[in-house]
């Protein structure tokens, strides 16, 4: 089955500044990458995904990129604020997978420092 | 627009003592349901989901099962609730055609003493 492996773990970032998240996935017949965002008592929030038919998307400040031949895809996260300070999840879904099953990411606990 | 519910957001319950908790969606037709359960500062667990009424698959083997008693109504049950079952847990939907986003409710956090 899918694997996927989410690094790092836990990011630290000075306000303003620049958070780069990283997933690699084991399936190469993956075809779809959601993001989601978890505040501190609440459920995931779908922020960004991406389809394997392109290499990248953007979303005002969030930006995704796939790499299908590397199988890797990223989240950057651009003039970081505040409110950013959440955990972080990347998933992969497989084409076909029985129902919609998406195989999730260890998580990525950010920091954002005013 | 489409909205998913759970109840109750916070549950503490004593051990061996029953359980269910309750999720419903508003605005889609023929969702595909999930039951997560994430434990404190972890990742996402899949405990069950479900591509239509009656129809459950499970994902690991547990003390919990799930039933899906009306199109938009996903129910998790236990007959005698462990320490373990203590977490975090997450109704979520998706269309039913393929590749789409799962939508997530807030959760209920449950405690077992």
């Known amino acids: 089955g899918e694997n996927v492996e989410q690094h790092p773990s836990t990011l630290s970032v000075q306000e303003g500044d620049s958070a780069v998240i990283k997933c690699t996935y084991s399936d190469s017949a993956s075809n779809y990458f959601p993001w989601y965002k978890q505040e501190l008592g609440k459920g995931p929030q779908l922020i960004i995904d991406i389809r394997s038919n392109v290499g990248e998307k953007k979303d005002q400040r969030i930006a995704v990129t796939l790499n299908k031949t590397a199988k890797h895809f990223s989240l950057h996260i651009t003039e970081t604020q505040p409110e950013d300070s959440a955990v972080y999840f990347c998933a992969a879904s497989p084409v076909g997978a029985a129902g919609n099953k998406l195989t999730f990411g260890g998580g990525t606990r950010v920091l954002v420092k005013p | 627009s489409q909205t998913i519910h759970q109840w109750p957001a916070t549950l503490v319950q004593p051990v061996g003592s029953p359980l269910s908790l309750e999720c419903t969606v508003e605005g889609t037709s023929n969702p595909n349901l999930y039951w997560y359960r994430q434990a404190a500062g972890r990742g996402l667990q899949l405990l069950f989901y479900s591509v239509g009424i009656g129809q459950i698959s499970s994902e690991v083997p547990q003390n919990l099962s799930a039933s899906r008693p009306q199109d938009r109504q996903f129910i998790l049950s236990s007959k005698k609730l462990l320490l373990s079952d203590s977490g975090f847990y997450l109704c979520?939907?998706?269309?039913?055609?393929?590749?789409?986003?799962?939508?997530f409710g807030d959760g209920t956090r449950l405690s077992i003493l």
């Open positions: 979520a939907w998706s269309k039913g055609t393929s590749n789409q986003p799962q939508h």
